[in-house]
Structure formats: C-alpha cells, structure tokens
C-alpha cells in the first residue's frame, strides 16, 4: 500500500508546490454580498481553508496562492459571488506525489 495513504491532509497538502501567477485567479465578485450572507459556507467547504471572514473590516479575506483548484468555493457560494477560474497555463498547484 501506498505511504500517500497513511498521510494526514495536513502531511499531503505538504506535499505540494505552488507556481504563484501574479494574476488572482479567484477573487470575491462584491464584498456587499458577503456582508449579508450568514453561513459563510467558502470557510468551512474550501479544504486549504483559503477564505476567512474578517469581523473588523467586514470582509471576506482570500488567498488564492495557495488554491488546491478543487473549485469548491466556485460551487458552493449560494450567491455565485465567487469569480474562479484556472490559473494560467504552468501556474498554480504543481502536486508532487511519491
């Protein structure tokens, strides 16, 4: 059997590597939408736990750096409030199994 199996998410997301474009490939379409959504559900459905609601600023905080490109956050954002596309060719999650 595989070592891969015997990892915790943690050790496999450790696994990866990004080639970061400079060119957001995700981002929050209006933050005004977010503001009067109150399940939040892009924090608890993204697995690299990219998107974190900032109380002080009233914002949704992402980091597309270290997107997974699962497009989960695309999915289950219950207002389409979330602009998701693949990162340009060569750019983006490079995973590094073995």
């Known amino acids: ?13 450790a696994t990866t590597h990004f080639e970061i474009d400079s060119k957001p490939h995700i ?6 939408i977010c503001r009067k959504c ?10 690299a736990k990219l998107y974190e609601w900032n109380e002080d600023s009233r914002e ?5 750096e270290g997107c997974l490109e699962c497009g989960t956050c695309l999915l289950i954002c219950p ?13 983006g999650v ?3 199994f073995g």
Do not use: T
């Open 38 to 47: 109150n399940e939040k559900p892009c924090q608890i459905g993204c697995p």
């Open 60 to 64: 949704m905080m992402y980091n597309y």
């Open 94 to 96: 490079v995973y590094r």
């Open 1 to 13: 059997m595989s070592k891969l199996f015997n990892l915790s998410i943690e050790d496999k997301l």
């Open 27 to 32: 981002w929050i379409k209006d933050q005004e």
């Open 79 to 91: 207002y389409e409030n979330i602009h998701w596309d693949y990162p340009a060719g060569g750019k």
